[in-house]
């Protein structure tokens, strides 16, 4: 045996090669648009001694002392240049410029709900991942929540809580924190989810970079997704879906309903950002309850053309 | 007709402009090259399956979050083979996520009968073992040379700036190597020469 000679390795099939580089470059055009679009702009450090708001042409850029996370994370529509002047410090945080919202729907169409209840603070967001990071999930530990990547933090409606230890679904709605973040690696990617009274928080769904890139597959991840079946106390069925799903990259929008062969819930109108979304279906009836329900996806475009419908 | 191909030093240049099509050329060349480095390595060919792909993404982020400046060396390959080294160190420490993480990832597409590959890749990472057991007899850092000299196939100099040291060094290292692992050959080693 001569070990200067390198012992003989299969090469990566040619299958495999053409996968690996398909989602690079996928992962490679999504992350520099990202930079395109939101571009930061770092302020240099300043011997100031007064809070300023400061002004540049490619957008806003608001000083921040280090201890402060109150403002919104990973929200380009958050208007927080304009909150009260702060101490500055030698961090900053890039606002996007754009004041416009995700998508150009001012409201939602009619017979659709909306459970983006805006932005969530950062502070709330980290708390939220290092509840989350507690079960282990691939490997995360709680102290990976401070060095995470937001991509965004929101609070949702849940139309329906399920209560369990008494069997039933409350139909008053409650909030509900979800975040959605990298791993400080950019190796693992999970979202979060926290009920606002401060309950231990839920591994929605989590995965590595292939994962995350799928939505090109326009199929949603529902390896994290709730898919419940019960009653409310007064009596009535319900069907109660909730989950993280990545989207193609052309869909500004993404609504979700259940629907049974005897009708369909009404159509809730998910968030997304960045091609990854969360979303919740909700049906409540009365009577027998259905059977061979499913969940329905429908895709739209920036100018409002519906893409594709997808079950899920 | 000739097709020109970019050098590394003008897909580098490229990828400081975050070009994601230089990314998939660079992808291209290198790519058997780092699986093999990481198969050899780590003696795994899932392990290298995934050092390939956390080895280009890493790379791209490098160009991402700031700029590296301009290439160092003639060629990328011992700039992301330092990188495979450091993506191999970091999934085999976390070789339990990863299995975790594996078994949460959707069920592959049938690829029909694949055994066949399946037994010569057994056949082939036992063929590493076998090797690597050898090497083993080394020091990490005498091992780590002649992994990147004779198995990678990295210049003398490139080596060295891999490893943070002086070309003498390498070639130190080389030579020692070979003196403890003579008994193990069958038949006597050629003397290295260095390549340009």
Same mark, same amino acid.
């Given at each position: ?75 380009? +529509?958050? =208007? ?114 926290? &009920? ?7 591994? %929605? +769904? ?20 709730? &898919? ?44 997304? !950002? ?33 893409? =594709?419908?997808?079950?899920? | ?33 780092? !699986? ?12 290298? =399956?995934?050092?390939?792909?956390? +080895? ?34 970091? %999934? ?21 009968? !694949? ?47 891999? %490893? ?33």
């Amino acid at each position: 045996m001569n070990v200067t000679e390198p012992p003989e390795v299969e090469e990566l099939p040619a299958h495999r090669v053409e996968e690996l580089s398909t989602g690079l470059f996928t992962l490679a055009e999504r992350t520099r648009a990202q930079r395109t679009r939101a571009r930061p702009v770092w302020v240099p450090i300043v011997a100031a001694t007064v809070g300023v708001a400061a002004v540049v042409s490619a957008g806003t850029v608001v000083l921040r002392s280090a201890g402060d996370s109150s403002a919104p994370v990973g929200d380009p +529509t958050s =208007d927080a240049a304009q909150q009260t002047p702060r101490i500055p410090s030698v961090t900053a945080q890039y606002v996007p410029p754009s004041k416009k919202p995700m998508t150009r729907w001012t409201a939602p169409p009619s017979g659709t709900t909306t459970l983006d209840q805006g932005p969530a603070t950062e502070a709330d967001a980290r708390r939220a991942l290092r509840r989350c990071f507690t079960s282990g999930l691939n490997g995360l530990k709680p102290a990976d929540a401070d060095t995470a990547i937001i991509d965004w933090a929101r609070w949702m409606v849940n139309p329906v809580t399920y209560s369990p230890g008494e069997d039933f679904y409350d139909t008053t709605p409650r909030r509900q924190l979800v975040v959605s973040a990298l791993s400080a690696d950019r190796r693992v990617w999970a979202t979060c989810a926290e &009920d606002g009274t401060g309950e231990p928080g839920e591994d %929605l +769904t989590t995965g590595d970079l292939k994962s995350r890139s799928a939505g090109n597959a326009r199929t949603p991840i529902s390896s994290g997704s709730a &898919d419940g079946a019960g009653t409310t106390k007064d009596g009535r069925w319900v069907l109660s879906w909730q989950g993280t799903f990545t989207a193609m990259p052309q869909a500004a929008r993404v609504e979700i309903r259940y629907t049974w062969p005897q009708g369909a819930g009404q159509w809730h109108v998910a968030y997304l !950002h960045n091609h990854i979304g969360y979303g919740e279906a909700v049906a409540i009836g009365s009577g027998p309850k259905p059977a061979n329900h499913r969940v329905e996806f429908r895709l739209f475009d920036s100018a409002g053309r519906l893409l =594709d419908t997808v079950n899920g | 007709m000739a097709i020109e191909v970019d050098t590394d030093e003008v897909l580098w240049e490229r990828l400081r402009r975050q070009e994601p099509e230089a990314l998939r050329e660079l992808f291209g060349r290198y790519v058997q090259v780092v !699986h093999a480095f990481a198969a050899r390595r780590s003696g795994s060919y899932a392990l290298a =399956d995934e050092v390939v792909q956390a +080895t280009f993404v890493s790379a791209w982020f490098r160009f991402v979050r700031g700029d590296p400046g301009p290439l160092e060396q003639a060629t990328a390959r011992s700039w992301l083979l330092g990188i495979a080294s450091n993506e191999i160190r970091n %999934l085999s420490r976390a070789r339990r996520r990863l299995t975790r993480l594996l078994s949460r990832q959707p069920v592959p597409v049938p690829m029909g009968d !694949h055994a066949d590959a399946v037994v010569a890749r057994v056949d082939s990472e036992r063929q590493i073992a076998e090797v690597r057991a050898a090497l083993r007899r080394l020091p990490r850092h005498e091992r780590e040379t002649v992994e990147l000299v004779y198995w990678a196939e990295l210049t003398v100099a490139e080596a060295a700036a891999m %490893l943070g040291v002086a070309e003498g060094t390498v070639k130190a290292r080389l030579f020692r190597a070979r003196q403890r692992l003579r008994p193990t050959f069958q038949s006597e080693p050629a003397e290295y020469e260095e390549q340009s």
